[in-house]
């Protein structure tokens, strides 16, 4: 579904992201790990159109986005649930879903979307009239979620959706991630919590310095001992 060749990105006269390729098959989980400044996050925002690369191809099922602005990228069924959650913390928790649907038109696909993701989130259908900016930090990763979900992806992008949470509230975000992955969306995700990434994903791959140093399925990333000294702890 979505390739990546020789991705350059660069900030002024720094090279953060140097000519990596990865590539994201269709109904799976792929994670990328990796250390802070590692370049994970501009990886997410160049494939969602958000930062322009120097060089290399973001393909889309065999569309290349670079060239394309990043509101017209979620037209094409990508979305992005970004860092730090960025509700609009004014706004109620139905405004800020609602939101994320502003490319629909009709009404009653918007109400399908928006079922569907109290369905998964019985939390924001109980609190649909509170503020967002009154929500716990969990609940409003779940509305980034649910907002992103909105589009009604095909592809999910998701930078650090457990940063900041407690063990309780990550073992649920990751069971809605593979509930998500199970409703044919497939997910790029971008994690720190290496051991919980690796455990859901299919393919994974590990960037350091804007550089892809290794790759293979979750399990054997999760059993390779160079990852284990590095990112679990072992």
């Known amino acids: 579904m979505l390739k990546v060749q020789d991705l350059v990105v660069r900030y002024?006269?720094?090279?953060?992201?140097?000519?990596?390729?990865f590539e994201v098959p269709d109904g799976e989980i792929v994670t990328l790990i990796g250390a802070n400044g590692a370049g994970k996050t501009t990886t997410l925002h160049s494939v969602s159109g958000l930062i322009k690369p120097v060089s290399g191809q973001v393909m889309l099922d065999g569309e290349d986005l670079t060239k394309i602005p990043a509101h017209k990228i979620v037209a094409k069924g990508l979305s992005q649930v970004?860092?730090?959650?960025?509700?609009?913390?004014?706004?109620?928790?139905?405004?800020?879903l609602k939101l994320g649907a502003y490319l629909k038109r009709d009404k009653e696909e918007i109400m399908k979307s928006l079922d569907y993701v109290y369905e998964l989130f019985p939390r924001l259908k109980e609190r649909r009239?509170?503020?967002?900016?009154?929500?716990?930090?969990?609940?409003?990763?779940?509305?980034?979620?649910?907002?992103?979900l909105m589009t009604k992806p095909s592809i999910l992008l998701m930078d650090?959706?457990?940063?900041?949470?407690s063990p309780l509230l990550v073992s649920e975000i990751f069971d809605i991630i593979l509930e998500i992955n199970?409703?044919?969306?497939?997910?790029l995700l971008v994690e720190q919590n290496a051991k919980r990434a690796l455990s859901i994903?299919?393919?994974a791959y590990v960037l350091e310095t804007g550089r892809i140093t290794l790759s293979g399925t979750g399990a054997e990333l999760a059993d390779d001992e160079r990852v284990k000294k590095a990112y679990l702890g072992g």
């Open 12 to 21: 002024g006269m720094i090279e953060a992201i140097k000519g990596i390729s």
């Open 82 to 96: 970004p860092e730090g959650r960025r509700v609009f913390a004014q706004q109620t928790v139905e405004e800020n």
């Open 129 to 148: 009239t509170q503020l967002a900016g009154t929500l716990s930090g969990g609940e409003q990763q779940m509305l980034a979620m649910g907002r992103a």
């Open 160 to 165: 650090e959706p457990s940063m900041g949470l």
């Open 182 to 187: 199970k409703n044919n969306v497939t997910v």
């Open 201 to 203: 994903a299919d393919h």
